[in-house]
């Protein structure tokens, strides 16, 4: 498995279309197969803020993803609305309870 995590800062004036986009582009992302985790996060402190938790059965299910259609058209829908980005890849390193159960 492996993880990605996506911060985003958002212009002030775009936080709530962002909002919308995001939401749904994480709904369409989940529908993928190799898509296991898909986690939308706002920063309490700071609403324009948001921060990406997603699961990957492996290297191809993320490429699978970022060559689905709603995945280029999010990324040229908010464009323009993003000031800051930051991605990381990781590589879980052990199973949680969760995944236990």
Sequence with gaps: MIALS???DVAPEHV???????LQHAK???GEEGCRRFDVCID???AQRFFLYEMYDDKEALEVHRAADYFTKF????ENW????????????SATAADAV
């Design 6 to 8: 996506v911060k985003f």
């Design 16 to 22: 709530e279309a962002f909002r919308v986009a995001v």
């Design 28 to 30: 369409n992302s989940l």
């Design 44 to 46: 309490p402190e700071d």
């Design 75 to 78: 990324g040229d829908t908010i």
């Design 82 to 93: 993003v000031t800051d980005k930051d991605i990381s890849l990781w590589k879980l390193a």
